[in-house]
């Protein structure tokens, strides 16, 4: 059997570059879970008011910074940017359903910081917004405010898929 070398060379070339296209389109996007956890106290002077600022904690991605921006993109239309220690930036955009006491409203007095009131989050992830680890990265989350006392305590899950 007499085998002709370009026909080999070339059929060993195709296969490489399969191989190869295979493994970087399988790689090339990834996603991960994720919870996050933010207290943001009232009265805390922040870049961009009316905004919310502080500091928390992004399980597998590690500790961030929080900003976040009330109706920039629109009504009910807020932007929560996380920078990490690399400098790299998330930014979510999310709306806020109607707030509720634990008992249905009847020991709320909204004179009073101290009753306590749970909101719902939703958001997106916004990947042209985003920088570094996270730029055109896209995903969903939901979550939960529980403000009480001058301070909120905002509980977010959910998934990004990080580009390549």
Do not use: W
Not at 3 to 24: E, H
Not at 35 to 41: H, S, V
Not at 78 to 106: C, H, I, M, Y
Not at 133 to 143: K, Q, R, V
């Amino acid at each position: 059997m007499v085998i002709d070398m370009r026909k080999l060379f070339a059929l060993l070339a195709c296969v490489v570059l399969a191989s190869t296209l295979a493994a970087s389109s399988a790689s090339a996007n990834t996603t991960v879970d994720f919870q996050a956890t933010f207290p943001e106290r009232f009265g805390v002077t922040c870049a961009n008011p009316p905004s919310l600022c502080s500091q928390g904690e992004v399980v597998g991605f590690g500790h961030v910074e929080e900003l976040v921006r009330f109706d920039v993109c629109g009504p009910n239309c807020n932007l929560r940017t996380l920078t990490f220690a690399d400098g790299s930036k998330l930014v979510l955009q999310e709306s806020t359903g109607l707030g509720a006491p634990p008992d249905g409203g009847n020991s709320f007095n909204p004179k009073s910081n101290g009753n306590p009131v749970f909101f719902p989050l939703a958001g997106t992830v916004r990947g042209d917004l985003s920088t570094g680890d996270f730029a055109g990265a896209t995903g969903t989350y939901s979550g939960i405010a529980t403000v009480a006392g001058g301070v909120a305590v905002v509980r977010l899950s959910g998934s990004i898929t990080l580009a390549s």
